[in-house]
């Protein structure tokens, strides 16, 4: 067996140690349940975010099962560690589908989305990619489906608003080397000469890099009037960072990654004047939602990292639920086909944190986006994009 195979082996046992399953209910209720799955990274470089997104859908279980479960009867959510990692990720994935035989699972990071989209499709079980964000999502199969929008929403939003609302002429774009950063580049630098503006420098770099020097010099002598990046959560602070140092002053524009309060206090004074997407009302846009960011507050003692993809992540049980509700309401068996029949019959959502969704024909959402910047120490809105 090689090094590669064991260490394999190695993450498959612990991540199958980590399975969860999220329910208000004993051992009487094992054989009334509705399950569903839930894989995303509670280790690794991730973690951080994946554990709050997590947290979301436990809270959402559990009021779901509060106020009556589905018809009566409990909602069970098993839980994997993918570590964001696209190998584990099909381990799983192909364990939810075989083991758990769950109908339907929920999991996120562009890079896994893919990666497991043919677990999905072979064994006709629903996967709902909530909060990646690669366009080429909508294209995995018949079974593989957004609640979030892709990169072409908001990405498109940020170009044209930098070229039309800023008044920006020349851009530098800095992408991460993966599936989150290049189709993702791509559509900003598009839509951005379209605009009328002109794309100077155009630098990549690895998913291991600490030090962005390389990129970030050629950036500098292109003398571009914004810089648009393209990275994680967990990179974008290091990579922001690394331009202040250099002395790019130019504001910087990003995507939801971006968007959460670790970003400011991780850069302090160096995240003034950052642009980022949010694809979620906040606090101030919906009373549901100051509820729910007090919450974090009283009980987590903070804001959740990354607020919008939590409040996907949130409501993603509410869907399953409604359309499990459906279809034991029609008596029709619970299997990944008929799901994924039943929820394109449905198609429309009223969910409790994004509000109205629609499940398109060409598998994408379509949402307002809210353009959010770095003031005074704290995020505030900017604009509101296709309301």
């Known amino acids: 067996m090689s090094s590669f195979d064991r260490r394999a082996g190695m993450q498959f046992v612990a991540a199958a140690f980590m399975a969860v399953t999220i329910a208000l209910a004993g051992p009487a209720f094992a054989q009334d349940a509705f399950r569903f799955g839930l894989a995303m990274p509670l280790t690794?470089?991730?973690?951080?975010?994946?554990?709050?997104?997590?947290?979301a859908a436990e809270w959402a279980v559990a009021e779901i099962n509060k106020a009556g479960g589905v018809n009566g009867k409990k909602l069970e959510m098993t839980v994997l560690d993918t570590?964001?990692?696209?190998?584990?990720?099909i381990q799983m994935a192909n364990r939810l589908v075989s083991v758990e035989k769950v109908p339907v699972f929920v999991t996120a990071w562009s890079a896994v989305v893919k990666a497991v989209a043919p677990v999905a499709n072979d064994n006709r079980v629903v996967e709902l990619s909530v909060g990646a964000n690669s366009p080429d999502i909508a294209k995995l199969g018949d079974y593989v489906y957004t609640?979030?929008?892709?990169?072409?929403?908001?990405?498109?939003?940020?170009?044209?608003?930098?070229?039309?609302?800023?008044?920006?002429?020349?851009?530098?774009?800095?992408?991460?080397?993966?599936?989150?950063?290049?189709v993702a580049a791509e559509v900003y630098k598009k839509v951005f000469t379209e605009?009328?503006?002109?794309?100077?420098?155009?630098?990549?770099?690895?998913?291991?890099?600490?030090?962005f020097t390389g990129p970030l010099l050629k950036v500098r002598a292109a003398n571009p009037d914004i810089i648009h990046l393209q990275g994680l959560v967990s990179d974008t602070p290091q990579v922001i960072a690394q331009m202040r140092q250099l002395g790019?002053?130019?504001?910087?524009?990003?995507?939801?990654?971006?968007?959460?309060?670790?970003?400011?206090?991780?850069?302090?004074?160096?995240?003034e004047g950052v642009i980022a997407t949010s694809l979620a009302p906040g606090a101030d846009d919906s009373d549901t939602v100051q509820v729910y960011v007090a919450r974090w507050s009283k009980e987590v003692g903070r804001e959740p990292n990354g607020l919008p993809y939590t409040q996907y992540l949130y409501d993603a049980p509410y869907l399953v639920a409604a359309v499990l509700k459906s279809l034991d309401d029609k008596k029709t068996p619970i299997t990944g086909e008929n799901f994924r029949k039943e929820m394109l019959a449905m198609r429309t959502f009223a969910?409790?944190?994004?509000?109205?969704?629609?499940?398109?024909?060409?598998?994408?959402?379509?949402?307002?986006?809210?353009?959010?910047?770095?003031?005074?120490?704290?995020?505030?809105?900017?604009?509101?994009?296709?309301?």
């Open 44 to 55: 690794g470089s991730q973690a951080l975010y994946g554990q709050d997104q997590v947290k």
């Open 83 to 89: 570590q964001a990692d696209p190998q584990l990720g």
């Open 147 to 182: 609640t979030f929008p892709l990169a072409d929403i908001d990405i498109t939003a940020v170009a044209k608003y930098a070229a039309t609302n800023m008044g920006k002429k020349k851009a530098a774009i800095v992408y991460i080397n993966n599936e989150t950063g290049i």
């Open 195 to 211: 605009a009328g503006g002109q794309v100077v420098a155009y630098e990549t770099y690895d998913p291991k890099a600490t030090d």
């Open 248 to 271: 790019l002053a130019q504001p910087i524009s990003s995507y939801s990654a971006a968007y959460n309060p670790k970003l400011i206090q991780q850069l302090g004074a160096a995240a």
């Open 351 to 387: 969910l409790p944190m994004t509000g109205k969704t629609t499940l398109g024909e060409d598998h994408t959402v379509v949402k307002p986006v809210y353009l959010m910047e770095v003031k005074g120490g704290k995020w505030t809105r900017k604009a509101i994009v296709g309301e």
